[in-house]
């Protein structure tokens, strides 16, 4: 069964911290994996996408590693800031279908207090 | 910034009530979505657009209908909406992206801001 986890649930770091966020999948075939960071009653909004011959990208303070053999994918937010308070989603596509089907994490609640 | 919108942002309603969510879209993008969307919890498709006149079902049972007369708009309807209806919809689509800061070339989807939906 394609399936996306991510860990933790739920992080309060204090400001300038920096922090990890992880996601494993089991989704296959494997097209690509994105990062969405999605504000309290908005839309999520793409941070980073990685392709399967990519093993790193970054996004000013956001940078995205990707381990296609074991599955796992981590969002590193550095010197963090009040405005990073949101819920990071990760996001696969399969190659399956010419919709390239997305399947989505159930996100990481990121609180950063000052 | 996307160029997707939806309204209303915010809708109360009562039991058996006909309500209709707006989406539309300026980027010219073909691919249009909808998704539902619970407190904590993942993205669920509900519909899907490959274009004008094209509508699929997505993933999650939904008891809402879409249309898509026009490229840059993708309404949903509820025909009489129920409290298992309360939930946050929000609308998408996507389309080839030029590459730019951590981003790829590829299609992408942008997001709208979403509906949150209370039904009493």
């Known amino acids: 069964k394609n399936q996306v986890e991510q860990s933790p649930q739920s992080l309060i770091i204090l400001e300038g911290k920096n922090c990890t966020l992880q996601?494993?999948?089991?989704?296959?075939?494997?097209?690509?994996l994105r990062w969405y960071k999605q504000d309290t009653g908005r839309g999520p909004v793409s941070l980073t996408i990685?392709?399967?011959?990519?093993n790193t990208k970054s996004n000013g303070r956001y940078t995205a590693t990707l381990d296609a053999d074991t599955k796992q994918s981590s969002l590193h937010i550095t010197a963090s800031q009040l405005s990073d308070s949101a819920s990071y989603i990760c996001?696969?596509?399969?190659?399956?279908?010419?919709?390239?089907?997305?399947?989505f994490g159930r996100g990481t609640q990121l609180t950063v207090w000052p | 910034e996307a160029d997707i919108y939806q309204t209303p942002r915010y809708l109360v309603i009562g039991t058996g009530k006909k309500i209709t969510l707006e989406c539309s879209q300026t980027?010219?993008?073909?691919?249009m979505y909808w998704y539902q969307q619970d407190p904590g919890m993942e993205l669920h498709l509900i519909h899907y657009?490959?274009?004008?006149?094209?509508?699929e079902k997505g993933d999650l049972s939904s008891e809402s209908t879409v249309s898509r007369i026009r490229t840059e708009h993708f309404p949903l309807t509820l025909e009489s909406a129920r409290p298992s209806h309360t939930s946050q919809y929000l609308c998408?689509?996507?389309?080839?992206?030029?590459?730019?800061?951590?981003?790829?070339?590829?299609?992408?989807?942008?997001f709208g801001p979403g509906t949150r939906l209370l039904v009493l």
């Open positions: 998408a689509s996507s389309g080839i992206v030029t590459r730019g800061p951590g981003l790829a070339g590829g299609e992408t989807q942008y």
């Open positions: 996601c494993n999948y089991t989704v296959s075939p494997f097209s690509n």
């Open positions: 990685m392709t399967f011959s990519e």
């Open positions: 996001v696969v596509s399969d190659r399956g279908s010419t919709l390239g089907r997305l399947y």
């Open positions: 980027m010219g993008h073909d691919k």
């Open positions: 657009s490959y274009g004008v006149n094209s509508t």
